[in-house]
């Protein structure tokens, strides 16, 4: 009997989620008779060492019923463990940056994560749930402002950012410029947005990264769920095709076109909008080991502005995944996967009518290994391979009379390769660490010809001096680096901790653009001998506590970012099918450093929380040529410089399923470039622009409110119902969008450009059976 009470045996728990079956990674383990516990690995395995003997298990998971089980411990065991979701978590406020304990307890810091049964009660425009929208309220993520597409993290550009799709990138991420997420909510199981130095397994931005992941069809039964709103519909059906295979389908639409006749401003109000997406994914589980998906996903938008130019754009995505439990403790993944993003641009003016032609197109494998050692240190490592195909500019004539010249910029081609080794490591109770190593190598490829210029001259198309042709394959060239992440967490006290972060991250893409947002005629392009890749370099640290019971949040976060290799443009750049394009941009370098503040109450019948940011992002033209210093060569405020951010989200839960809501936002308004004089040219008068983004358009304000009211008459009830009446603008204000100079009588007059210069009531229904 002793030597067997010296005896240790190994336990694999597996938790899995009740409803989706997926992995619940970060689960906790809880032995009664020994009162010692662990907590899951990201693919929801506890694997402990434990002498045998009849154990009391208890099972947990936030979200979840505590689930309790009683097992004989008499040979190395493995269980698998489901858990119920929580019906109440549809009724709970949980928008905010962490979730319960894990802004304490977690190494990493500046993540926020989203709760999607909360964001289809959230007041919203026009009715429809948005994801960059619940996410632009939260600190440290802007936006360029109303009906601008993309977002804004930390003082970075949207196209540096990556949002992850199941595993792949999306190049755009905006329905009806920027009124919408191109994402259908439904879908989407998690979403969490990381705004510091993420896991070194993954690169190519060098702002944020956005992990999105979609649902697995049920394994139960067939069900259907969707929405209605005034512009919209959607509608998501899943169950089992066999019992070892799910599906999942969900759509999207829009007809937004009577509602766009609807606004005060005459270049929405006589547009034509049009926007569908639609997704498909299979999930095929042999065995416990083995699961397999296979998902695929489309959007398309058309708008058509008053006049003679109709815009396209097209999303494909296509992801297949292998997940394969090697044994308790380690765990393969392999992913192949391929997005394009397609641009048409018709011209329908007779005389002139035309097709512009642009487009990204990604391929990529990926492997991914996750070991266990034990509970207190885990391993990643991987590699990946990525193909690059671009075509930044093609027109060509349409119809039997267009005057336009057919015109082509050479598609492009690159080769992105990349290998990392992450670690996870609990060094004391108090004290964890994770360390992270990327490697990233760049290759440009022909067919292409890259100018050469004359020495100590501005590249310009007068300063050519000679040509070099690769042909097809040929390197023209080639970018490599390290890219260390660091982050390290120490806990004060029980509900206290203080958390520190730095990292390096590259990218080889640009996404050419000189407006404030993200418009259609933007395209992307990869990095050459004149635009080599950008570097960041970020440090944060923050402090983090809980008070009673985890009802109260609070935070603060401060950030240091330095930028290297960025792009500013030239006055009077021109962008569109440039042969030359480097002749139209020049260096620069970037700083962004910022304060953020919050606190959140999570619990009880009033919930909310409060943000504020102070923030800086500036930007500095780096060229040994005068008539090239943007600003003299010293740093000025980038476009989407915002210095003061705030945002408070509050929710009050009513009686007889009814439940309040509002948000109230308010930033500094982004730099403009006003005249400051004028001079006369043969006899007509010029306006003058001294100084790049000195002046500011006025600061935005905004308060929404939504009262929400779900039809169940217990959180058992399957088939329901959740009405949400919301108000968007509520005190109507006129948020300027950009501020336009024109010449009138031989005077300079301005005057503002609001998107929606109203309030905007909207209902929305949400049906579950």
């Keep these: 009997m002793p030597a067997r009470a010296q005896q240790r045996l190994r336990l694999s728990v597996v938790v899995r989620d009740g409803v989706t079956k997926k992995p619940v990674s970060g689960a906790s383990l809880f032995i009664a008779e020994t009162k010692s516990g662990a907590r899951a690995d990201s693919a929801g395995v506890i694997s402990i060492s434990h002498p045998p003997g009849v154990l009391t298990l208890y099972v947990s998971a936030v979200g979840y019923i505590r689930g309790r089980e009683t097992i004989t411990l008499d040979f190395n065991k493995r269980v698998e463990y489901l858990l119920q979701p929580r019906s109440t978590d549809l009724d709970e406020v949980d928008v905010r940056a962490t979730r319960e304990d894990k802004n304490i307890k977690a190494v990493q810091m500046g993540e926020i994560q989203l709760s999607m049964p909360e964001l289809k009660r959230m007041p919203v425009i026009l009715g429809e749930p948005d994801i960059l929208k619940a996410l632009s309220l939260q600190a440290g993520v802007t936006t360029a402002g109303e009906g601008a597409g993309g977002f804004n993290v930390r003082g970075g550009r949207a196209d540096q950012n990556l949002v992850l799709l199941d595993g792949a990138p999306l190049f755009n991420t905006s329905h009806l410029l920027g009124f919408y997420t191109n994402v259908n909510p439904d879908l989407v199981q998690d979403v969490s947005l990381n705004k510091g130095a993420f896991s070194a397994q993954y690169g190519g931005r060098v702002s944020s990264l956005l992990l999105m992941s979609s649902r697995n069809g049920n394994k139960e039964g067939w069900r259907v769920s969707g929405g209605l709103s005034p512009v919209s519909a959607r509608v998501l059906v899943d169950g089992p095709v066999h019992k070892k295979l799910t599906l999942l389908a969900a759509g999207r639409i829009a007809f937004p076109n009577y509602l766009l006749q609807l606004f005060p401003t005459a270049s929405v109000k006589n547009s034509r909008a049009f926007f569908y997406d639609g997704s498909l994914k ?107 195909d671009t075509q930044t500019g093609n027109v060509q004539p349409t119809g039997d009379n267009s005057s336009i010249n057919a015109k082509q910029i050479n598609p492009e081609r690159g080769r992105e390769l990349g290998a990392y080794l992450n670690t996870e490591w609990e060094l004391t109770p108090k004290i964890s660490l994770q360390a992270g190593l990327r490697y990233s190598a760049f290759v440009s490829l022909g067919p292409k010809t890259v100018y050469r210029y004359a020495e100590n001259e501005p590249t310009s198309p007068e300063t050519v001096i000679d040509s070099i042709r690769y042909g097809k394959g040929q390197t023209a060239q080639t970018y490599g680096g390290l890219e260390p992440r660091l982050a390290l967490r120490v806990q004060l006290a029980k509900n206290t901790a203080l958390k520190a972060s730095a990292g390096r991250t590259r990218q080889y893409l640009n996404l050419i653009s000189n407006t404030t947002s993200i418009t259609p005629l933007d395209f992307w392009k990869i990095s050459d001998r004149y635009i080599p890749p950008q570097i960041a370099d970020q440090v944060s640290v923050g402090l983090f506590q809980n008070l009673r019971d985890n009802m109260y949040e609070l935070s603060v976060e401060g950030y240091y970012k330095r930028l290297q290799n960025q792009i500013e443009y030239r006055y009077g750049a021109n962008l569109i099918l440039n042969q030359m394009l480097e002749t139209a941009l020049v260096p620069a370098a970037g700083r962004a450093y910022g304060v953020e503040f919050g606190i959140s109450k999570n619990k009880g019948r009033l919930t909310g929380q409060f943000n504020y940011t102070y923030a800086r992002s500036l930007i500095a033209v780096q060229t040994p040529f005068d008539e090239l210093r943007i600003n003299g060569g010293a740093y000025y405020p980038s476009y989407i410089d915002r210095p003061n951010t705030l945002n408070a989200q509050v929710r009050l839960a009513l009686s007889h399923n009814w439940t309040f809501s509002t948000n109230f936002v308010y930033y500094t308004g982004v730099p403009a470039t006003y005249p400051d004089g004028q001079y006369t040219y043969n006899d007509e008068p010029v306006q003058d622009y001294s100084r790049r983004n000195a002046d500011r358009i006025p600061d935005y304000h905004r308060l929404d409110i939504a009262f929400s009211k779900d039809t169940r008459y217990n959180k058992a009830q399957k088939r329901y119902g959740i009405w949400t009446l919301g108000i968007y603008n509520l005190y109507a204000h006129k948020n300027p969008y950009s501020i336009y100079f024109t010449r009138y009588n031989q005077r300079t007059e301005s005057y503002r450009l609001s998107v929606f210069g109203t309030l905007i009531p909207s209902i929305a229904y949400n049906f579950y059976f």
Excluded: C
């Design 282 to 388: 299979l999930t095929y589980t042999p065995d416990e080991r083995n699961t397999i998906s296979l998902s695929g996903y489309r959007s398309q938008d058309n708008f058509r502005f008053p006049g003679d130019t109709l815009y396209g754009w097209k999303t494909d995505v296509l992801t297949s995944h292998w997940s394969f439990l090697i044994r308790s403790n380690l765990q393969l993944n392999l992913t192949a996967l391929y997005s394009g993003y397609h641009l048409n641009v018709d011209g329908v003016t007779p005389g002139l009518t035309f097709r512009f032609r642009s487009y990204i197109e990604q391929r990529e494998g990926k492997i991914d290994i996750f070991y266990t050692l034990n509970q207190k240190h885990k391993v990643q490592m991987g590699v990946n391979a990525i193909r690059y």
